[in-house]
Structure formats: structure tokens, C-alpha cells
């Protein structure tokens, strides 16, 4: 059966540990060898686009990068189609688009994995790196507490779903106005974990392993950008909110970062940061995600 993945929770708790396992793999098997994937980028990119490629040559694949303008789906035709006939030539698709439906309608076409590079929605490769990291560092997920500070979106609502999978407790601090809803809550609830929310950044970061924010204004959303920063004043994760973590925690970010509004230079830059490690894992999580959804359709 062909696998998607557009949320992070579209695998079982076990099958999320087995990508973060795969993923940790120095000679993976050459399951694309041959074969392509089609990586479509209706947004900006850096780290995806060197990421998912990269990932792909080190299964033995070729990685076939188009972008908007290439493809205009929706345009030109629809996102269906596109997926339709890209099943005809990869054995996988990855997309990075705006809107969530364009990925639900690529899955309701294509007859290979479809997998979600960002959606308005959602950003499940980033949650992947974002646990490997944290794995990594501590040896460990279960038990440990994530403190999110700042705007509940497509990475918040990722990392949610991670944590609750994981075991993992996870606290949001968000201004009023740009934090979670029930809806949002309540799949991170349901896999039983703890979730909570404030409008005080220090009292989520109290104690917490993990402090982890994005930027105040996302791609896309430019025009909000200076009404953000006034909602978002007393916000910005420093040394100060650093200090009210627990004593070896750690800070991420899933860049760009945008120093001096949501993180200050000292914190990003400084021995607590795990930002460029979270990076590169990128690359390693999408290469145990593929492992996962494509070992099966090896001939033997």
C-alpha cells in the first residue's frame, strides 16, 4: 500500500521510531537506485531543497527539483495531474507548497508516497529533525518537556503532534490571538501527552529541556510583519528565558532566524544552540523517512 506522509502523526509512535532508527543509518541501503523523485517548491528554499536532495543521492536516487513556475499547479493544471503524471517517472513525490489542499490533492491522485516538505499546515520533516536532534542530544525522548515561545504555526502544530508521540510534554507561550485552538490541541491530547498554554513565555520555559521558537511572521504573511512584532513585545526567547530552563537545556530554532526579534544573537549563536546540528538532521530525518516508505517496493 502506498504510505503518505503530510503529518507528522501519520505514523504510529513505532513507525516513528523506526524512521528516527533508520535515519541514524551510516551505509543505508540504495533503495532509489535508479529511480527519481520529483521535490516541487512552490516556496522559497534552503535547507529542504539541499536536505531532501542530498537524502536522495545517499539512497542512490536522482532528486528532480521544479519550481513554481515550472509546474504552476493550478494553474497550468491541476495539482492532480501533476501528481498523476510524476507518478509515472519517480518513486516518490515532495512537496513544498502554501496550501495543505494541494498536498491532499496530490495524495488522492499519485500511485507512489507523496511527502509533505511544508504545508500552511504543517511541516512533519522539520518534526522529524527537530526529534532526532533532541534524541540525539539527550539519549533519550520520553519524559523530556518542550517549551514553544511565540506564534502556534505550521512548526508548532508539527512539533505538538512529535512530542505527544514521543512522550515528550509540551508547553506553548503565544500572545493572545496567535495561539493554538482547541482543534489543535486536542490530536497532541489524544496520544496522551501533556500539553499547556500561557501568554508567559517564563512560565513555560520554567524547567523546560527544550526551548524551542520560529519566526513572528511567516513566509507569506509579510504583511502582518509589523503588527506581529508590536504582539509579539516580551517575546523574544534571551538569556534571561534561557536561564529560567533547566540547567541543560537546549535551544532550537527551524531557521531562518531572525536575530533580535524572536531570538537574540547571544542565544542562537551561543553554547546552548543546537540550531546547526537541528539543520543538518534535516537531512538525515528525510533520509530515514524515505528509508521507511520505500524499503518495501525494493525488487528483490
Known amino acids: 500500500m502506498t504510505r ?7 505514523l504510529a509512535p513505532l513507525e516513528l521510531t523506526t524512521v528516527l532508527d533508520l535515519a541514524e543509518r551510516a551505509d543505508p541501503p ?4 535508479g529511480r527519481g523523485m520529483a521535490l516541487l517548491f512552490e516556496k522559497p528554499s534552503l535547507r529542504t531543497r539541499n536536505a531532501t536532495e542530498m537524502a536522495v543521492i545517499q539512497l542512490g536516487g536522482h532528486p528532480v527539483s521544479l519550481r513554481a513556475g515550472e509546474v504552476d499547479m493550478g494553474g497550468r493544471e491541476p495539482a492532480s495531474d501533476v501528481a498523476r503524471a510524476l507518478s509515472r ?5 515532495g ?3 502554501f496550501g495543505h489542499a494541494t498536498l491532499q490533492d496530490m495524495v488522492a491522485a499519485a500511485s ?3 511527502v509533505n516538505l511544508l504545508s500552511d499546515r504543517s511541516h512533519p520533516c522539520q518534526a522529524l529533525a527537530d526529534l532526532l536532534t533532541i534524541r540525539r542530544h539527550f539519549g533519550r525522548l520520553a519524559g523530556l518537556q518542550v517549551a514553544y515561545v511565540g506564534d502556534f504555526n505550521n512548526v508548532a502544530r508539527s512539533l505538538g503532534l512529535a512530542a505527544g508521540l514521543s512522550d515528550m510534554a509540551i508547553r506553548y507561550a503565544c500572545p493572545d490571538g496567535y495561539g493554538p485552538g482547541e482543534d489543535d490541541l486536542d490530536p497532541v491530547r489524544a496520544l496522551g501527552t501533556t ?4 501568554t508567559d513565555p517564563a512560565e513555560a520555559a520554567a524547567g523546560a529541556d527544550v526551548v524551542y521558537t520560529d519566526v513572528w511572521t511567516s513566509m507569506g504573511a509579510e504583511d502582518e510583519a509589523e503588527r506581529r512584532r508590536r504582539a509579539f513585545e516580551g517575546f523574544t526567547v534571551d538569556d534571561g528565558l534561557m ?3 533547566g540547567e541543560n537545556a537546549v535551544f532550537l530554532h527551524c531557521l531562518p532566524a531572525h536575530r533580535g526579534e524572536e531570538v537574540t ?3 542562537v549563536d551561543g553554547p546552548r544552540s543546537l540550531v546547526w546540528d537541528q539543520a543538518e538532521n534535516r537531512m538525515h530525518a528525510v533520509r530515514g523517512l524515505l528509508l521507511f516508505l520505500l524499503a518495501d517496493t525494493v525488487s528483490t
Open 4 to 10: 503518505h506522509v503530510l503529518e507528522v502523526d501519520d
Open 30 to 33: 540504495q533503495v532509489l537506485a
Open 89 to 93: 517517472y519517480h518513486a516518490a513525490i
Open 95 to 97: 512537496a513544498r507548497v
Open 112 to 114: 507512489v508516497p507523496v
Open 195 to 198: 500539553v499547556t498554554c500561557t
Open 243 to 245: 536561564a529560567r530552563a
Open 265 to 267: 544573537a547571544a542565544v
